[in-house]
């Protein structure tokens, strides 16, 4: 195995408008609040995580979803 | 932009569907002209016509987009809509025809009631009311018009629920929402609904109930919201939420009984609904042109939209673009999309997309497990059907 990184999720509440696309995609990773916009509950996620954030962030129609490498 | 003169050649909008499911043959030829191209809308002002899915995806998203109905450029795309402009209920006023930051704090303000875990809990409700039409059908038979009988109502009595428009009041209230589909009663039904929505508020003010009305009736006394705002709130998710959900599912009954192949892979295969939906949504786009005003230049490729530009999204089109789909005009329930645009894209994506979901999914679902014998009463080129702003079937007569 080459270094496996690990995958730090963020979700821009202040930009999202609720559509529910990362929650759809990535339940263990997003979720909404009450007042309907994204929570992100786990601060990183391993390597095979990876195809379901790139799906979450392409699918968000309000490019509030992204994540950043460590590792 | 406003030479008229150079208008007078290019392709004219709105275009027709030659088949309920397919969009209209043109747009493929507006595609192959270039993904967004110069049209001419009926009323003679040029406008950009955008049927890439690429494209639709990145000018949807852009900062700026406006949905400002006063801007002189905005487009119309369908003659019907003047009429609405000028009638005297504010049609759509909040939302969807809003932007930040007045978008923003109203999306804000009924984003609440749309979770993922909020329209879970709507989903026992709306098995419910689908079994009992579906009571009522299969007593009725042998020949029913499931416009009439299904796909109206069901949809109207789960906005009744999620509004939460009083029982003793349903009737009156669907009876409204149904006048709202007839092109000559729409002004006049728009008007009254304005009417019943407002005396609804003041008798929630003093004794509230549990839907979405009644939740932010507490904003209204908390003075953190004019009653105002909330009749439109109430409008814009009639006017946004009915006749699209009813047209997509009664689409869909059409597209299935017309695609025996697929909805045999679903009759074996029940698993495979929330998959069907996602791709007959895909395939069936019911929505006519998202409009939009730049209010930038905007760099598109080697193009530039212009400050002032008109633009008409043609999501039907950028659903079948070749560049992103697979064999895009075959209807295949076993593929796996999520990326169509059938709900838009950018800021204003359809706020009630999965509670359409939901709802379209338990309709099918329930129709056909209930009558898999179901079949059409009359050929499907004799069915008249609705072209306009929102795509649909007139009527659906079915047998069994
Ligand atoms: C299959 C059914 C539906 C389809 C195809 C559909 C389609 C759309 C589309 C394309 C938009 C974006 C319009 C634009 O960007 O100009 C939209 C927005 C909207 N939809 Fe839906 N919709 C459906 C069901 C619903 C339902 C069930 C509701 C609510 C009960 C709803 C409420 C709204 C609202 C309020 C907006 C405006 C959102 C905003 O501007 O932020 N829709 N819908």
Known sequence: ?71 | MNDENGAGDLPELPMTRECPYHPPAAYEDLRAIGPVTRVRQFDGRPVWAVTGHLETRELLSSPHMSVDRFHPNFPMPIPALTQLQSSRTPAIGALIRTDPPEHTRQRRDILPSFTLKKIGVLRPRIEQICADRLDAITAKGPVVDLVEEYTKPAVAMVLSQLLGVPFADREYFEDLTYRRFDPAQVVDALADLTDYLSRLLRAKETDPGDGLLDDLVGKVLAGELERDELVKYALVLVIAGQETTANTIALSVLTLLEHPDQLALLLDDPSLWPNAVEELLRFLAITGGLSRVATADIQLGDLTIADGDGLIFLNPGANRDEAQFERPNELDVRRTVRNHLTFGFGIHQCIGQNLARVEVEIALRALFTRIPTLRLAVPMEQIAVRQGLVFGLAELPVTW
């Open chain 1, 1 to 71: 195995m080459s270094g496996a990184k690990t995958l730090l999720p963020s979700g821009d509440a202040t930009r999202c408008v609720g559509a529910g696309q990362c929650v759809r995609t990535a339940p263990d990773v997003f979720d909404q609040d009450d007042g309907g916009t994204v929570v992100v509950l786990v601060a990183e996620v391993d390597e095979s995580h990876r195809a379901l954030l790139d799906e979450a962030a392409y699918l968000c129609p309000a490019s509030a979803i992204a994540f950043t490498e460590r590792g």
